[in-house]
């Protein structure tokens, strides 16, 4: 089965940077699409990100291009969210997405906040 953990997340005020990172096991990594997701409190899903199998292609939703930044690591099971000029509309908890033929696997999130 599939397990994701993320880390990286804690306070960080406006303007800030912020990597987070996603541990992926229990599968081949490179046979998922890699996401990553936030969902604030009541609302709906929120896609930030994406990234292919060989991470020769990536998406950056709108409300977050030009600030932030997918990649992986498919020697180590990796992937991350690279998040520049943080704003506080970006506080949320955000998780790790791995998507393939084998299913679709949410990690449990880490916390972003931003804060003066």
């Known amino acids: 089965q599939v397990q994701l953990v993320e880390s990286g997340g804690e306070p960080v005020q406006p303007g800030g940077s912020l990597r987070l990172s996603c541990t992926f096991s229990?599968?081949?990594?490179?046979?998922?699409?890699m996401k990553w997701n936030r969902q604030p409190p009541g609302k709906e899903r929120e896609f930030v990100a994406g990234i292919s199998r060989t991470g020769n292609s990536a998406h950056v939703n709108a409300p977050v291009s030009g600030r932030f930044t997918i990649s992986r690591d498919n020697a180590k099971d990796m992937v991350y969210l690279q998040m520049y000029s943080l704003k506080p509309e970006d506080t949320d908890v955000y998780y790790c997405?791995?998507?393939?033929?084998?299913?679709?696997?949410w990690g449990k999130g880490t916390l972003v906040t931003v804060a003066s």
């Open positions: 229990g599968g081949t990594f490179t046979d998922y699409v």
């Open positions: 997405t791995a998507e393939g033929d084998g299913g679709e696997f």
